[in-house]
T-cell receptor, first 111, second 117 residues
């Protein structure tokens, strides 16, 4: 799986959009980009994933660059409960189901 | 659905003792993963199973660690003998193995916080 690089921490004002970047420059053609988050003391929680196209669900949007070397997770209206560590990961389709977590980004949403 | 269930939630033991962590995956899921999380090393995959069969145990730190999945609804992670450096939060996750070319979404349990004195 491709190595991912994320900023260690970010701040965001409550109600504003939070944009979390991830670099995965060595990603291969069949690798998906996954985002999980971990709220203090809880197990990681799936947010969203994508391959090439931008994706949106009830939690967030995922923007993947055309060359697929980076992506951005967007929380459109951050709340205090979105304060968590956000992990970007890649996973190959098919037979490889290993998910490798990096150090993640600690997002702090401020009132 | 109750989600992934882990027990115990907290475990405190003394060095040299045997520790058994338990996991019940989400019903219908056929892949199960054990992770360990520490401040120093972050979240590490220890082992994962597909259809109760261990597929990759390369993350298991040493022979003191063993994992079993006797049936689709139960798995254990055992440490014998335990050491202080095994202190960590251990997470279990499960997923439904997708078709060829697709990927899975893992659902994590609440974790077991292990402290070895």
């Amino acid at each position: 799986d491709a190595k991912t690089t994320q900023p260690p921490s970010m701040d965001c004002a409550e109600g504003r959009a939070a944009n979390l970047p991830c670099n995965h420059s060595t990603i291969s053609g069949n690798e998906y980009v996954y985002w999980y988050r971990q709220i203090h003391s809880q197990g990681p929680q799936y947010i969203i994933h994508g391959l090439k196209n931008n994706e949106t669900n009830e939690m967030a949007s995922l923007i993947i660059t055309e060359d697929r070397k980076s992506s951005t997770l967007i929380l459109p209206h951050a709340t205090l409960r979105d304060t968590a560590v956000y992990y970007c990961s890649t996973q190959k389709g098919g037979s490889n189901y290993k998910l490798t977590f990096g150090k993640g980004t600690l997002l702090t949403v401020n009132p | 659905d109750a989600g992934v269930i882990q027990s115990p939630r907290h475990e405190v033991t003394e060095m040299g003792q045997e520790v058994t962590l338990r996991c019940k995956p989400i019903s219908g899921h056929n892949s199960l993963f054990w992770y360990r999380q520490t401040m120093m090393r972050g979240l590490e995959l220890l082992i994962y199973f597909n259809n109760n069969v261990p597929i990759d145990d390369s993350g298991m730190p040493e022979d003191r660690f063993s994992a079993k999945m006797p049936n689709a609804s139960f798995s254990t992670l055992k440490i014998q003998p335990s050491e202080p450096r095994d202190s960590a939060v251990y997470f279990c996750a499960s997923s439904t193995r997708p078709g060829v070319g697709a990927t899975d979404t893992q659902y994590f349990g609440p974790g077991t916080r292990l402290t070895v004195l």
